[in-house]
């Protein structure tokens, strides 16, 4: 087993009487792709920040590369690469000073960083856009930028919160084939997000995080295995009637879930689910047999749709 | 690579950051720092300055000085007070709220202090740039040419700070820009108008006198003016440039704390 580069224990963050972390034990091995998959408000930005060694640590204890970040925060920030929920780039500059002037931050000689520039411009897809200002280019451009200089010290670890919150679908696809890329060069990768799409496509670990805690730990697939069915039949009523019809889907497949926009059905078998259905009489809107995903996992353990 | 290579210090790293930002603009900046001295000049000088000289004892009070020569270091002094206060107010905003700079770099190797101390490189930077201007521009009239312009420029540089520093430590922690708008019409123009700059401080009653004692304007002022007019007295200067540093080092200080405090929840 590689070595442990993040281990967190009991780890507490509180902002006056409000506990954003209640205690949460996380290990991130080398080469791993980690995440915390949660809604707004579950703690996972607080945790982020902790261990990007910029949030002194409330109680608990936490470990970066064995480092203590209360006293070793800039020797650990050397070592790492930060990906901010919100861009922080100099919008005035071009996309190459951006690169450049970051490395000049970790003290990366000058030739150096020229180097490193034109390498991650063609890592980000930017080459082309070398010269032009931060703040002429498209969101999904200035987060592949905000990645391309989060890498410019060759972190150990990788840090990124919400990577592709806002960013349109193509944007987000074509930021995944990146991250997958940095994965397979053996970079360390930490994610939040509450997208379970991304959870899924990227994470090989990841925590579920609600109210401050970790409610469920595993791979995408184990969780599902664990928390879920292995597929979901979605039945739709008129609006506003889904409740109605609660209990008539009851046994229908292993239990159900009353949303109010439709009923989700937790069957081994969806579309034997939807006959059963049929031969009952319902008769929904719509009818949609899928399998099931981290959501039914997060739906299931919290009580609560991950975006809302 | 070279393993024994000098490390550079964080304040000079946060440096060239601003630097790389003021690339675009010093040209136009250094311009309008020689025009604007020169305006005034010729504005105080030919209106002001014909009639304070034309009025008997007037010399006397201004220390057997010609007005425009009084004026000139006030002037160094009051651009490198403007520029320090300024630059210390809504580009640190920016900094924290809006572009989110600081964050970014919160976030490498440096820490909140190099921060702050490479603000105050930076601040020394552009004072010392923008009070060389208004130095070359005094140059040019015979009243005010002196060897005296150079230490001037650097007296200049220190007042700049000892105005930067403070109101950085009050912009880490405004939440809004309004906030900014007071400082200037509160401190910065009466301070201007009533820190010795353009007349003795013995011509105002003695309570607002003393409040502008208490700035660090005035200090740096009589500072300059002993350089240009040649009249320095040593321990005067000593107790002046201290005072000055007082500020200069309390405002660190507080800015650094609050930009721990700050940047790190």
């Known amino acids: 087993m590689s070595e442990a580069l993040i281990t967190a224990r009991n780890l507490v963050k509180k902002f006056g009487e409000l506990t954003a972390v209640a205690g949460i034990d996380v290990e991130v091995r080398r080469g791993e792709a980690f995440g915390f998959l949660g ?3 579950a703690g996972k930005s607080s945790t982020m920040r902790m261990i990007g060694c910029v949030s002194p640590v409330t109680s608990g204890e936490l470990r970066l590369f064995g480092m203590d970040p209360a006293t070793d925060g800039p020797r650990i920030r050397g070592r790492i690469g930060v990906v901010p929920q919100m861009d922080t780039l100099d919008t005035e500059l ?12 970790f003290d990366i000689p000058r030739a150096e960083c020229r180097r490193r520039t034109k390498e991650l411009l063609a890592f980000a897809q930017l080459s082309e856009r070398a010269t032009s200002v931060v703040d002429n280019l498209s969101g999904g451009m ?5 990645i391309a200089r989060s890498l410019i010290n060759n972190p150990e670890l990788l840090l990124l919160d919400e990577p592709t919150t806002g960013l349109d679908p193509q944007a987000r696809h074509v930021l995944w084939d990146r991250l997958y890329r940095l994965k397979q060069d053996g970079v360390t990768l930490v994610l939040t997000t509450h997208y379970m799409d991304e959870a899924e496509q990227l994470c090989d670990r990841l925590v579920v995080m609600d109210q401050g805690r970790i409610v469920a730990e595993g791979s995408p697939r184990s969780l599902i295995e664990q928390h879920s069915t292995r597929e979901v039949l979605e039945l739709r009523f008129p609006a506003g009637r889904n409740e109605e019809h609660g209990p008539q889907v009851e046994g229908l497949g292993e239990r159900h879930e009353v949303l109010p926009d439709r009923i989700l059905v937790y069957a081994r078998d969806g579309e034997e689910a939807l006959a059963a259905a049929h031969a009952r009489g319902l008769q929904p809107e719509s009818a949609l047999v899928r399998r099931s995903s981290l959501e039914d996992v997060f739906l299931h353990l919290t009580g609560r749709t991950l975006v809302d | ?23 675009r603009f010093w040209k136009a900046n250094v311009l309008s720092g020689l025009v604007q001295p020169l305006l005034y000049m010729l504005g105080l000088g030919v209106g002001v300055g014909a009639l304070v000289d034309r009025n008997t004892g007037a010399t ?12 000139a270091p006030g002037l160094l002094v009051t651009t490198a007070m403007a520029l320090g206060a300024g630059e210390s107010m809504w580009p640190v905003m920016g900094g924290l709220k809006w572009s989110r700079g600081y964050h970014a770099i919160a976030a490498t190797a440096l820490t909140p202090r190099d921060i ?4 105050g490189v930076w601040m020394t930077v552009r004072t010392g740039l923008a009070s060389s201007s208004v130095a070359a521009a005094l140059a040019l009239f015979p ?27 009050f912009s880490i922690k405004a939440e809004l820009d309004g906030a900014f708008a007071a400082i200037q019409r509160f401190v910065v123009i009466p301070l201007f108008l009533f820190g010795g700059a353009f007349y003795p401080l013995s011509q105002l009653p003695a309570a607002i006198a003393w409040l502008a004692r208490v700035a660090p304007l005035w200090h740096g002022v009589v500072m300059a003016r002993q ?39």
């Open chain 1, 39 to 41: 809604p707004n408000g």
């Open chain 1, 94 to 105: 071009t996309v190459e000073e951006n690169l450049h002037i970051y490395g000049r931050f």
């Open chain 1, 142 to 146: 200035k987060r592949r930028l905000s």
């Open chain 2, 1 to 23: 690579m070279n393993t024994h290579r000098v490390t550079t210090p964080g304040p000079l790293r946060v440096l060239s950051w601003h630097l790389v930002a003021y690339k």
């Open chain 2, 60 to 71: 006397e009070v201004l220390g057997g000085a010609s007005y425009v020569a009084f004026v």
């Open chain 2, 116 to 119: 702050v101390l490479g603000h």
């Open chain 2, 143 to 169: 009243d005010t040419r002196s060897w005296g312009l150079i230490p001037s420029v650097l007296i200049a540089v220190w007042v700049g700070l000892a105005f930067a520093m403070p109101v950085m430590a």
């Open chain 2, 227 to 265: 350089c240009t007019t040649g009249t320095v007295q040593w321990g005067a200067a000593a107790l002046h440039l201290g005072y000055i540093g007082l500020w200069v080092a309390a405002g660190t200080t507080l800015a650094a704390v609050r930009m721990r405090k700050r940047l790190s929840t």
